[in-house]
């Protein structure tokens, strides 16, 4: 398939498709019908559009995706992305294109949904976040266990680890030295992904499916180009 990426062959699991950041783009809804039999990861940033659509379609937009989710619970995964979070999170940093003229509407979605969205989605060695995990990152600032599953730790952060995983990085416009949570972590940033893990991001706006390895047993691949249509395509995990 010319506008996906296969990554390898098992038949254990359904095929997943990841999904980059959508920003009031409807063209989730082709990938998804084409798809039925798979396992549809979001990776976030539903609203704040690069191009002109109205709010009035961008909020219907963002209805028909948490409907999608609410008729296949167990098939469709909806990450929250730092164009997401800053409707309804005060611990959330603003980014650009915030619309004060759909905070209300947008606030309202999100947290009357809230259960049907996450931070992580995790399947064996394969991570999906929208921005990235860092290794240093992980282990330095949000201090999380290697040993343990990594979404579950992400999803349900200690308070202590919060800050970190909202952080905004230098390479964003953050502190020196600081490096981007799961929201905000820069291509820049994401030199030496978390070891031992193949992860699956958006975020960063790229041209196409485009794989960064590195020398741990660490994989990140990029996937912000829906609006070239793209998508990343795993046959089997």
């Known amino acids: 398939m010319s506008n996906s ?55 219907a937009n963002l209805s028909e995706i948490i409907a999608l989710k609410k008729a296949h619970m167990d098939s469709v995964v909806l990450l929250l992305g730092n164009h997401d979070l800053h409707y309804f999170n005060d611990r959330a940093v603003s980014g650009s294109r915030y619309d004060f003229q759909i905070e209300g509407k947008a606030r309202e979605m999100f947290c009357g949904n809230l259960d049907l969205f996450q931070y992580a989605f995790q399947q064996d060695r394969l991570i999906f976040t929208h921005a990235g ?29 919060v800050n970190s995983l909202f952080r905004l990085g230098y390479a964003r416009g953050g502190r020196r030295d600081n490096l981007g949570g799961i929201f905000w972590a820069d291509i820049k940033e994401l030199t030496d992904p978390l070891h031992g893990y193949t992860q699956i991001v958006g975020h960063n706006r790229v041209a196409d499916i ?16 829906l609006r070239y249509g793209k998508y990343y395509y795993n046959e089997n995990v």
């Open 133 to 161: 995990i860092q290794h240093r990152w992980f282990v330095d600032d949000f201090k999380g266990d290697l040993s343990m599953p990594i979404a579950d730790q992400l999803n349900n952060p200690k308070e202590e680890q």
């Open 210 to 225: 485009t794989e960064r390895k590195g020398d741990n047993d660490n994989t990140i691949i990029f996937c912000d180009c």
């Open 5 to 59: 990426e296969k990554i390898c062959k098992d038949d254990t699991r359904k095929p997943v498709v990841a999904i980059g950041d959508i920003h009031g783009l409807t063209k989730w809804k082709e990938i998804v019908e084409e798809h039925e039999d798979c396992t549809i990861v979001f990776l976030g940033d539903y609203l704040d559009p690069y191009v002109y659509i109205t709010r009035k379609e961008q909020l």
